[in-house]
């Protein structure tokens, strides 16, 4: 029996905390400063603090760490002008916030595979960190002040960017080209700036997770892909469709920019979009085709630089109806574009360009407003062909539409050119912008003092070859002694040999009536004039006017009854089709009327409907009976009456 159990209890418990001493103390003398980290697979390697051994700069360390191991930089401000990581390793900082890289050049350029980066604050650099690999993981890092290439770019694929704080310019975290497909991207806080999408390919757009707990300025993004039908919900911070159709995007009160890529057959409906001066751009489609774009308001200020209200980039059949954008750099821009429909926009106080076209053809820009762009140039081809540019209103300008590069076969009909500088500049210096067709516009001078109308290089036309009408200008000086509302000597034209041949001598001249205006001639009718009433009857008409002016025809059918058809050209023979309901005599009358309201004489054509084939029952037997009396004998014989 043992004596002294409590003497060898309390023996036992002594030697266990000797041994936990022995484990512990040892451990806490080599580095107070070092906290409790994960274990990683390879090494520790640490960079700043005041632990023996530590670097000082956060590229010595990774210049001499391995793959798979881990650098773990203390808290402070580094200043360093950028750091590169060329190895698999796992860049750590103690403290999101207190971890600062302070860079003049680029933050941190990942060129490596499988790198991961986190806990860091990136500033003042101009790129926060750049991934041209695969499988990085960044994740909760703040970025502010970043400079305009972005906080987080991506050039390759399986990336993760989780519960990062972005405050940036513009472009926040960009997926660009190269192969970047199949990322991921969860809880990113992005004030100021957005996600942004700089890429061509496909599957470089529907392949991602993006979802709505990554916020623009705290409201959510929404990305869709490979989605048919819906509407987006109207909270949006940011909107991606991505290889979507039918998708509808209507009343967004603040989104920071709208996406479309690979996207067809949406509706972008009564959006405002604030562009405060760090987004570069409101809305942006890309390879997205018979969309259309209506109401929308885009705005930012006058200190925008290098901002575009909406922009398409290989994009066709495209509606952009009744937009207001304005006090931005350029308001909407075509790239490589055909079949699209500009109209019925409002786009003032655009710095650069209002519309502008580069490699783009069959477009159409019709009835748009256009004014204050105090120093810009409203509309610019080039590179562009085979557009008609009609019935727009260019008001207080420098330069109201301008062709290079090769711009040819345009049409420019109907528009006015309120000038402060120049109406129409087409270059030929370096490549000719030829065989565009430019007639029926209006050349005011805004100012009071001379401006060039139009300054030409290039061979074109300046006159409709087969109207003979040309442009009003208001320098021209010529007289009219025949009195048709053209001046009988040209226009010529500055900067060639270009004259305009029918110079009109009144804004808007081919819209007044000639001076005299002949009516049309007396129409000619033909068709059935003896029929049966209940039956429809076809009518040719034909005339012509002395100033092949248009012409409508009024006809009376003699029942009481009119049509009028609509504008038909001059000489054209039209049918029209009537039916009389009671048999008669009628005289049937038609005259022409042309644009001008002038008539022609009546002409007639009499036409008889004596006889219907839809007698009704007892007025057939009524009618038989009184043409054979004897009939009747003969039915009751043989009916046995």
């Known amino acids: 029996m043992d004596k002294n159990p409590t003497i060898r209890k309390c ?3 002594g030697l266990i905390i000797l041994f936990v001493a022995a484990g512990i103390i040892p451990s806490t003398a080599l580095d107070i400063e070092k906290p409790f ?41 580094y200043h360093q002008d950028h750091i590169d990581v060329n190895k698999t390793i796992c860049l750590l900082g103690e403290d999101m916030n207190a971890t600062i890289i302070n860079s003049t050049s680029y933050g941190i350029w ?28 960044i994740h909760n890092c703040k970025f502010r002040f970043i400079q305009r290439q972005g906080c987080l770019v991506s050039c390759g694929s399986n990336h993760k960017f989780i519960n990062n704080w972005i405050y940036g310019w513009d472009k926040g975290i960009v997926l660009t080209t190269n192969d970047s497909k199949n990322n991921i991207l969860i809880g990113n806080k992005l004030m100021n700036c957005s996600i942004y999408m700089d890429t061509e390919d496909k599957d470089e757009w529907n392949t991602h997770f993006i979802d709505n707990t990554n916020t623009i300025d705290g409201k959510p993004v929404y990305y869709y892909k490979n989605q048919t039908g819906g509407t987006v919900p109207s909270d949006a911070g940011e909107i991606i469709l991505a290889n979507c159709s039918k998708i509808s995007v209507i009343n967004q009160s603040y989104p920071i920019r709208i996406y479309l890529g690979y996207s067809s057959n949406c509706s972008i409906y009564n959006n405002n979009i604030n562009l405060n001066s760090n987004i570069e751009s409101g809305v942006v489609a890309i390879y997205s085709n018979d969309n259309i774009f209506y109401n929308n308001h885009i705005f930012g200020s006058l200190f925008n630089n290098w901002v575009d209200g909406m922009r398409f980039l290989s994009c066709d059949k495209n509606k952009i109806i009744h937009n207001q954008v304005s006090l931005i750099s350029n308001g909407i821009i075509l790239d490589s574009c055909e079949n699209n429909y500009i109209a019925q926009n409002f786009i003032t106080n655009i710095s650069r360009y209002s519309i502008l076209l580069r490699s783009s053809s069959n477009n159409t820009i ?16 080039d590179d562009s062909s ?41 270059s030929g210096f370096i490549l000719l912008s030829y065989n565009n067709l430019i007639f029926h516009n209006n050349f005011l001078n805004y100012n009071s003092w001379n401006v060039w109308c139009a300054n030409d290089h290039s061979p074109n036309t300046w006159y409709n070859v087969t109207l003979k009408e040309g442009n009003y200008y208001y320098d021209y000086t010529g007289e009219d002694n025949n009195n048709d509302g053209i001046g009988d000597t040209p226009y010529n034209i500055i900067g060639g040999s270009n004259q305009d041949l029918y110079p009109f001598m009144e804004q808007n001249g081919w819209l007044l009536p000639p001076n005299p205006n002949h ?7 033909t068709g059935e004039t003896n029929g049966a009433y209940h039956f429809a009857y076809d009518y040719f008409i034909q005339t012509t006017d002395p100033q092949q002016d248009d012409v409508k025809y009024h006809l009376d059918w003699g029942d009481t009854t009119t049509t009028t058809t609509g504008f038909t050209e001059s ?71």
């Open 11 to 13: 023996l036992a418990v």
């Open 37 to 77: 980290l994960p274990t990683s697979s390879g090494n520790w390697l640490y960079v700043g603090g005041s632990g023996s051994g530590n670097y000082s700069t956060i590229q010595s360390a990774i210049n001499d760490a391995n793959p798979g191991d881990t650098v773990f930089v203390y808290s402070g401000t």
């Open 110 to 137: 990942i060129f490596i595979d499988g790198v991961e980066v986190s806990n860091f604050t990136i500033e003042n650099s101009s790129t926060g960190i750049g991934v041209g690999s695969s499988n990085t993981i």
């Open 366 to 381: 019709i009835n748009n407003n256009i004014f204050g762009n105090n120093e810009g140039v409203m509309i610019k081809l």
């Open 386 to 426: 085979y557009n008609n540019i009609k019935n727009n209103d260019f008001g207080n300008f420098s330069t109201g539409l301008t062709l290079t590069n090769n711009s040819c076969y345009n049409i420019i009909e109907s528009n006015t050119f309120s000038i402060r500088d120049s109406g129409i500049q087409i």
């Open 519 to 525: 009516p049309p001639n007396t129409p000619t009718i």
């Open 571 to 641: 000489g054209e023979e039209i049918i029209v089709s009537h039916t009389w309901n009671t048999k008669g005599i009628y005289n049937v009358m038609v005259k022409a009327i042309d644009v001008y309201d002038a008539e022609s004489d009546w002409a007639t054509l009499t036409v008889i409907m004596p006889y219907s084939y839809n007698i009704p029952l007892f007025e057939f037997w009524e009618r038989l009976l009184e043409r054979f009396p004897n009939a009747f004998l003969v039915l009751r014989q043989l009916l046995g009456y």
